[in-house]
């Protein structure tokens, strides 16, 4: 579904991303982990238009997304949620969600200060939606109140929910988990598992391994711009450089081996 083909990203002299190379096949949940400073959130900030790459290519369902308009992606398909969350919160929950509609929401311009037949029914059957969304997060209970009153974990299904009014076939997580509790984490993992049993595709990056390594069959790791490991949760748990990555590599075992 998607493919990263080669892309680099330099900033100057800075060298963020470096030929990186990723395939997320369709119907599966992938991770992309690695250190804070790794590039993770570069690799989505491209993919998603906010950022261009400075060589390479990024292909969804073979189309490539390269030059398009972050607005063009989203309409094609793909939706993100951030590290840092974005949600509207002197507005209710239902509208939070809502807002993620606009994009496919059936009247022109002139229905919204006309405010006829074809306005009044979308609109009913976006908020219909949003309440079924905020169901799928367990969040339809609130769905009047206002978004500040949630708790921070609260807020992060919220995201995941206003994510999914625009109806993606792939849905990309910003380090989900970041600012969790362990609670939090267990709750949003079970979202997470029950957004993809719906059949959605989901592309997360995080540095929280035991998140990834409970949701993911297939894994990839970052360090300083480059892939360093790939394969299945085993494999890059006992992967050399997957270790050295998070851990660092103690010197006085260097020397004593070169000894």
Not at 11 to 35: H, M, W
Not at 157 to 182: C, F, H, I, Q, Y
Not at 191 to 198: G, L, T
Request: charged letters at 25%; aromatic letters at 6%; proline letters at 3%.
């Amino acid at each position: 579904m998607l493919e990263l083909r080669n892309v680099s990203r330099h900033f100057g002299g800075l060298r963020v991303l470096e030929d990186v190379n990723l395939s997320v096949p369709a119907n599966t949940i992938f991770g992309l982990i690695g250190p804070n400073g790794a590039g993770k959130t570069t690799v989505l900030n491209i993919i998603t238009g906010l950022l261009p790459p400075s060589s390479g290519e990024v292909l969804f369902n073979g189309v490539s997304l390269v030059g398009r308009k972050p607005y063009k992606i989203t309409q094609g398909g793909i939706a993100r949620t951030f590290q840092n969350i974005r949600v509207f919160k002197e507005m209710s929950l239902l509208d939070n969600v809502a807002v993620g509609m606009h994009a496919n929401l059936d009247y022109g311009f002139a229905s919204v200060f006309l405010r006829g037949g074809r306005f009044a029914a979308a609109e009913r059957a976006a908020r219909e939606k949003a309440h079924e969304l905020l169901s799928w997060v367990r969040l339809d209970h609130k769905c009047h109140e206002l978004a500040e009153s949630l708790s921070y974990g609260e807020q992060r299904r919220l995201e995941l929910a206003r994510a999914l009014a625009t109806n993606p076939k792939l849905l990309l997580l910003d380090e989900p988990v970041a600012g969790m509790n362990s609670t939090e984490k267990e709750e949003l993992m079970h979202e997470v598992r029950n957004i993809h049993a719906r059949g959605f595709t989901i592309f997360m990056i995080e540095h929280d391994m035991r998140f990834v390594m409970g949701l993911c069959k297939e894994i990839a790791v970052l360090n300083f711009g480059r892939i360093i490991s790939h394969g299945d949760p085993d494999h890059v748990r006992n992967d050399p450089q997957v270790i050295e990555a998070y851990l660092g590599r103690d010197d006085d075992d260097d020397a004593g081996a070169a000894q």
